[in-house]
């Protein structure tokens, strides 16, 4: 992969439903042709939540889901990820559909992120905080290191790439630690969260990218993407997306992430924007075989 090559990653239908984008992905069979048309326009990763095929309700953890997707795949040369349920703290609780879906499915990357974290949630419009009632019970989303190492630790027994999720600047000043002593391989996968309505991490901006990337020494070598999230501003995300480039970074797009900001889009079509933003910049696409060679995954 060139050193400059951009990882486009896509969010592809994360808790977004049809009433906000009509092309919100929901069974199996949608979830992986929508996959294949993002790889097709040029994405290498795609990152995907498992759904009730008639409700569009979340199933997080669904190892049938997910394996359907996959198979559905086929023989192409694409990198799907799952996400994992928020509502379990035990590794196996947490985890089991990753561990099944590589033994069984072939999975090469796992879901692994490095910091608990609030849930936060803004309406701008209103100017008010959104749901906390319903938060009492459960209104954090729960990593903490133990579960973090012990989920590294499976996963580089499996030969699985994690992919880690930095939603504050404290997460990836953690990552860097876990580098230091040992318990996190390089290149490492990161994706470092710039999000707006879900209200986590510093307000969604190029500096708030420029903390993150002030944290990581440089003879740490990073694949870093920018998931510009829960945004409703499309010319926000674009100029995220833009200093992200800029800087070197990789970029994900996906109607799951944003479809306040994307009501009608497909993401294939955000697929291809992104790949124009990376035109602009002279910078070249890399394919799901460079990543591969990349991260050291299988053909």
């Known amino acids: 992969m060139e050193s400059d090559a951009v990882v486009i990653e896509v969010g592809l239908n994360e808790a977004a439903m ?15 042709t929508d996959a294949l048309r993002c790889v097709d326009a040029g994405a290498s990763v ?5 759904r009730d095929p008639l409700t569009g309700e979340q199933r997080l953890g669904d190892a049938r889901l997910y394996g359907e997707a996959i198979d559905a795949m086929g023989a192409s040369d694409i990198i799907a990820y799952p996400t994992y349920p928020i509502d379990t703290l035990t590794l196996d609780e947490r985890l089991a559909h990753v561990w099944v879906l590589h033994e069984r499915h072939g999975l090469e990357i796992a879901p692994i992120d490095i910091g608990s974290v609030s849930i936060v949630l803004w309406d701008a419009q209103a100017r008010d905080l959104v749901g906390s009632e319903v938060l009492r019970d459960r209104g954090v989303i729960a990593n903490p290191l133990t579960f973090t190492l012990d989920a590294l630790e499976r996963a580089y027994a499996l030969d699985m790439t994690p992919s880690l999720g930095a939603f504050d600047v404290g997460f990836t000043r953690t990552m860097v630690l876990l580098w230091e002593a040992g318990r996190l391989r390089s290149p490492v996968f990161l994706k470092i969260f710039v999000s707006g309505s879900w209200a986590v991490g510093p307000f969604p901006t190029e500096e708030a990218i420029d903390f ?11 694949e870093w993407v920018v998931v510009p999230y829960s945004l ?3 010319g926000l995300v674009e100029r995220l997306c ?16 944003n479809p306040a900001a994307f009501p009608r889009a497909s993401n294939h079509e955000l697929v291809e924007l992104a790949g124009r933003w990376c035109q602009d910049t002279g910078r070249p696409v890399a394919t799901s075989g460079d990543v591969r060679r990349r991260f050291g995954l299988a053909n």
Do not use: F, K, M, S
């Open 18 to 32: 049809r009433e906000q984008n009509p092309n919100v992905a929901y069974t199996p069979r949608e979830c992986a």
């Open 212 to 222: 993150h990337l002030r944290q990581i020494p440089d003879d740490l070598d990073v």
């Open 242 to 257: 833009r200093h992200a480039l800029a800087r070197g970074g990789g970029i994900r797009v996906g109607i799951g992430d």
């Open 232 to 234: 409703d501003d499309p």
């Open 46 to 50: 795609v990152h995907w939540h498992a």
